[in-house]
């Protein structure tokens, strides 16, 4: 039984990045899928000092329990969102390292050419403390992501469709 987390950096229910992240989960196909919650409180070293937030703990504790790890990241301001950063931010300060050896595959969807190239080249330099199993590729950027999709939130280019099977079946695989 496998399970597989996915963590979205945009909060709209309706992002491309939630629906990349969404196609990211149809092709590994887990036994089961948990959809962190990143409406996190920011990360505040005096809150901290109270004690970790139980949001915080139960996103770490779904790291941990996790078989592998998908987390679809837009690029905002040329970086990765704040939410994804706070998250990471906040994780770090738990107990028990959940990040190291976790497999993980990085997605992007941004409206711009690029991708989300910036913001995943980011993420990954974020991830590197963390020691987690980052998967190098194939990346997968979709650019010009508000007509990237169809009606039912299905990628539309079999090129990125192509893409993400093949890093999810390596994501796979690394379980």
């Known amino acids: 039984m496998t399970t597989l ?33 990143l409406r996190l409180p920011l990360y505040d070293g005096d809150l901290e000092a109270e004690g970790i937030p139980q949001a915080v703990q139960t996103l770490a504790d779904q ?20 939410v994804v950063k706070n998250a990471l931010d906040w994780i770090s300060r738990t107990k028990g390292g959940p990040w190291r050896d976790k497999p993980v595959a990085l997605v992007a969807a941004a409206d711009g050419r690029g991708g989300g190239d910036r913001s995943q080249f980011a993420l990954r330099l974020m991830m590197v403390p963390f020691r987690a199993r980052v998967l190098p590729g194939p990346e997968v950027l979709v650019a010009d992501s ?30």
């Open 5 to 37: 987390l996915g963590l979205c950096g945009a909060l709209r229910a309706a992002s491309t990045n939630r629906k990349l992240m969404l196609e990211a989960v149809r092709h590994f196909d887990p036994d089961t899928f948990v959809d962190g919650d």
């Open 63 to 82: 790291v941990k329990a996790a078989d592998a790890v998908v987390i679809a990241c837009p690029e905002y301001n040329k970086g990765p969102s704040g």
């Open 146 to 175: 508000s007509n990237a999709f169809d009606g039912n939130g299905r990628l539309i280019s079999e090129r990125y469709d192509k893409a993400l099977a093949e890093l999810m079946e390596q994501l796979k695989a690394m379980t």
